[in-house]
């Protein structure tokens, strides 16, 4: 069975061989630049597959060539790396052509010819993606860097945040201004105002992301004080953020309710004013 597929192999080569001598005239040398895709095969290489001279095979093709039946491109390479190593001219040719020069030298090597082919195509095989699949690449690709973007933006606002607070926090005032209120005013007034418990108070004032910002800090001017500061906190601002603090709390009973910033639940007596 091997036989007779070889055998037919060899049919099909004379056949196209037959067919290039009713071709018109062709060039001995590839005029035109071969495709970036085309895959070529050396005489070096066709020596090497056959067992015999390079030079054999380089005058076989250029008499193949001579009588129009295949076209070569010759390239110099290196003969063998490491020392002694001189350059070779070669002679290439596409996979159609190098069925002929076979033929013609030894027949009989058809089938390794055919492996020769199969294996240099499935190393040349790269999956090209489709246009669905790289207009979802590129989607992703700008995703992400938007992704980043905004990523970065926040741990920039938080620094600049931070920054301000540090700043605040080194203005040292002589007396507490008359529209400030330091954190025990406020455990008070919030508590009357909304009823919430100190711990509730103190978690607003110091964790949540739209906590007041200090107004400075004041010297504690009390004999017993050793010159220690606390923070002090604008009115207003402290008024806004309990109002918003209050209006973004869930009701769970008539006096329990729930928060995202709070763990668990906790008592509150009324919404507030704005």
């Not at 989607?139 to 600049?160: K, V």
């Not at 080194?170 to 507490?176: E, G, I, T």
């Not at 906590?211 to 010159?227: E, L, Q």
């Amino acid at each position: 069975m091997a036989a007779l597929g070889a055998g037919t192999k060899h049919e099909t080569i004379a056949q196209k061989v037959s067919d290039v001598q009713e071709q018109p005239n062709l060039p001995l040398f590839q005029s035109t630049p071969l495709a970036a895709d085309t895959l070529l095969m050396s005489s070096r290489e066709i020596a090497e597959l056959l067992d015999v001279r390079h030079d054999s095979v380089k005058r076989t093709m250029e008499r193949l060539a001579q009588k129009q039946l295949v076209r070569f491109t010759p390239l110099v390479e290196t003969s063998h790396s490491g020392a002694g190593a001189r350059s070779v001219e070669v002679y290439r040719v596409d996979e159609r052509d190098s069925y002929v020069v076979v033929a013609q030298l030894s027949p009989e090597f058809t089938a390794r010819l055919v492996d020769f082919w199969q294996s240099h195509k499935s190393q040349q095989i790269v999956k090209v993606p489709t246009t669905a699949e790289a207009f979802a690449h590129a989607f992703q690709m700008i995703a992400n860097a938007e992704r980043t973007q905004l990523e970065q933006a926040r741990a920039l606002q938080r620094l600049e945040e931070k920054v301000d607070r540090v700043e605040l926090a080194q203005s040292v005032l002589r007396a507490r201004p008359g529209n400030a209120e330091a954190i025990s005013h406020i455990r008070i007034r919030i508590g009357i105002q909304h009823g919430l418990s100190v711990n509730v108070i103190d978690e607003v004032m110091r964790q949540s992301p739209y906590a007041p910002k200090p107004a400075g800090m004041v010297r504690n001017d009390h004999v017993d004080a050793d010159g220690s500061l606390y923070a002090v906190y604008w009115q207003k601002d402290v008024t806004a953020t309990f109002n918003r603090f209050v209006k973004e709390c869930v009701s769970v009973t008539a006096f329990m309710f729930t928060h995202p910033f709070i763990e668990g639940r906790f008592r509150m007596t009324g919404k507030g004013s704005e």
